[in-house]
């Protein structure tokens, strides 16, 4: 069984539409989180929720929004997307304590043309 | 605030040779620090970790030593092979955030 599983593992669109990734954990984390991979490979995290509450929001454009409709699961909308927002996406859980690493998805490859 | 600074890359190495590759931190408080690994067209696994002064992290051979006085988590392998090829990143969390490094693309050459 997959611990942090993400859908899709690529995505392909048109600048301008608005698009979702979905991220399921089955580790009982209480935290999720998104970090964008730039193509130099650097990670910068965007958001986090513990226990369905936002708890990290970083520096991110107001057209990625993300939903956690249960502590299992957390989604990142994003809205006009720009040629900009190509990157590869990860989501992660962890336990709370800052002794637990992440464990992290696969990755979806999000191009923007 | 937190941050990670790791030796810049690539790194190209021969099959058996020593590898070592740098990560110096800065945080406050006292904070747990991690070495990740990203295979290509892989997503990030972790590779070990220490949470406190003086601990070694070690797995698949590879090792490092939090080193408070130096604020240093330098990871080590003796004998790398070819598939250690892989992009490896230091990181520190304190709190929920983990912080990580700009990567470090290590090829090993057979």
Known sequence: ?113 | GNSVTQMEGPVTLSEEAFLTINCTYTATGYPSLFWYVQYPGEGLQLLLKATKADDKGSNKGFEATYRKETTSFHLEKGSVQVSDSAVYFCALRNDYKLSFGAGTTVTVRA
Not at chain 1, 8 to 17: A, I
Not at chain 1, 31 to 55: A, C, G, H, P, V
Not at chain 1, 58 to 87: M, W, Y
């Open chain 1, 1 to 113: 069984d997959t611990a942090v599983s993400q859908t899709p593992k690529y995505l392909v669109t048109q600048m301008g539409n608005d698009k979702s990734i979905k991220c399921e954990q089955n580790l009982g984390h209480d935290t999720m989180y998104w970090y964008k991979q730039d193509s130099k490979k650097f990670l910068k995290i965007m958001f986090s929720y513990n226990n369905k509450e936002l708890i990290i929001n970083e520096t991110v454009p107001n057209r990625f929004s993300p939903k956690s409709p249960d502590k299992a699961h957390l989604n990142l909308h994003i809205n006009s997307l720009e040629l900009g927002d190509s990157a590869v996406y990860f989501c992660a859980s962890s336990q709370g304590d800052r002794g637990y690493g992440y464990t992290f998805g696969s990755g979806t490859r999000l191009t923007v043309v």
